[in-house]
Each structure stands twice: as structure tokens, then as C-alpha cells.
């Protein structure tokens, strides 16, 4: 049972548009902790896709979008390409009584249909 | 060019250990905190451990501690992860990957395959 709960799978047609949530609470994302969200291609290890929140590293085409609000998080695919078919999940920080620790989404199955 | 590159994988039986390795290069080592990540057969991420850049502090996931022990040998730019008392539900695959506010970059990962 992950900490954060994501789709199990969301689809979508080339060029449209589609949307992963991330659900936390007020122990983890609603503490104020930032969210990352990584790539995951098939038989590849996984890649990081947005960073702080909302931040594109280097090379991640700007058809990728993150944000949060409150207790939740959301990463965006607009323009959706048949390369974009992977795994994604959403990671952040939970508080414990020693100290706050990493946690990850369910992941969630990108399907370009 | 980051690269890191796991080793150490392989068959062991319950309660037996293994050592996972894991080499990195491209760049300083002694700058940045560690993790080990890893995925069982067909599941989700499942963060391990973590050790910090002088690896004076580590933190584990209840799932592993006290059998686990993450450790690192800045001189030879190299992270390990020393696994006891293994269980059939520590069967995975092991990434070692940079923390950098996120994991910034990962290795291509270890399988572990715990079973008689």
C-alpha cells in the first residue's frame, strides 16, 4: 500500500491531452515537501521527469508540466507521442518520528492508444 | 556524464546475504547523498536507503532495517548495500541512484532473486 495513491493507468490518443494525480496528506506532500515524478520506460531504469514541483531538468520536452496544491500533485502530457508510453511515478517525503523519509506513488501506466 | 553502474545481483537462498555494489564516475562522489531504490518483478518503486555525502548518516525503510546496512568508500567513488537475513519479498531489482533534491540519476539496476 503506497504512501501516495496515482492511477493505475490513464490513456489517451496522439496529441491529446492527459493527466496523472498524486494524493498525499498532511504527513507528506501537505507538509510542505516537494513532489518529483520520474519516467519509466519498459525495461529501462527510471529517468527523472520534473523536479521541485514544477522544474523541467535538462532535455525534458516542455510538453511535460507538474504542479501541487495542497495534499496533491499533478503531472501533465500535453500533445501526447506514442514515445511517451511508460510508467510514471510521483515521489516525495513523509514525516516520522525519525526524521522525514522518501516515499514513493503507486505508478501509474501511460497507455498512447 | 553521470554514470553509475550496479553489480552484486544474483540467486540466494532465504536467510542467506549479498553484497550490492555500486560504482560511480562523471562526477564528485563526495558531493552527494546516496539512495538504494528497488522494483520487485512487475511492481512499483520502493525506496530502500539512503546514506549522506559523508555517509556519517543513513536511514533504512522499516521493511529492512536492522538487515540491512548501506554504507559508501568515498576514496574509491563506490556505494554498497550489505543484505542479511534475506526474504523471498526482498526479490528485486536494486538501482542505486544521485540524490540531488530528487534522484537525478540512475543506475541500470541489480536483480536480487531470493529462493530455495
Not at chain 1, 490513464?10 to 507528506?28: D, F, H
Not at chain 1, 525495461?43 to 520536452?61: C, E, H
Request: a negative charge; aromatic letters at 10%; glycine letters at 12%.
Amino acid at each position: 500500500q503506497s504512501v501516495l495513491t496515482q492511477p493505475p493507468s490513464v490513456s489517451g490518443a496522439p496529441g491529446q491531452r492527459v493527466t496523472i494525480s498524486c494524493t498525499g496528506s498532511s504527513s507528506n506532500i501537505g507538509a510542505g515537501y516537494d513532489v518529483h515524478w520520474y519516467q519509466q520506460l519498459p525495461g529501462t531504469a527510471p529517468k527523472l521527469l520534473i523536479d521541485g514541483n514544477s522544474n523541467r531538468p535538462s532535455g525534458v520536452p516542455d510538453r511535460f508540466s507538474g504542479s501541487k496544491s495542497g495534499t496533491s500533485a499533478s503531472l501533465a502530457i500535453t500533445g501526447l507521442q506514442a514515445e511517451d508510453e511508460a510508467d510514471y511515478y510521483c515521489q516525495s517525503y513523509d514525516s516520522t518520528l525519525s526524521g522525514p523519509f522518501c516515499v514513493f506513488g503507486s505508478g501509474t501506466k501511460v497507455t498512447v492508444l | 556524464e553521470v554514470h553509475l553502474l550496479e553489480s552484486g545481483g544474483g540467486l540466494v537462498q532465504p536467510g542467506g546475504s549479498l553484497r550490492l555494489y555500486c560504482a560511480a564516475s562523471g562526477f564528485t562522489f563526495n558531493s552527494y547523498e546516496m539512495t538504494w531504490v528497488r522494483q520487485a518483478p512487475g511492481k512499483g518503486l520502493d525506496w530502500v536507503s539512503y546514506i549522506s555525502s559523508g555517509g556519517d548518516t543513513t536511514h533504512y525503510a522499516d521493511s529492512v532495517k536492522g538487515r540491512f546496512t548501506i554504507s559508501r568508500d568515498n576514496a574509491k567513488n563506490s556505494l554498497y548495500l550489505q543484505m542479511n537475513s534475506l526474504r523471498a519479498e526482498d526479490t528485486a531489482v536494486y538501482y542505486c541512484a544521485r540524490l540531488d533534491h530528487a534522484f537525478d540519476s540512475w543506475g541500470q539496476g541489480t536483480l536480487v532473486t531470493v529462493s530455495s
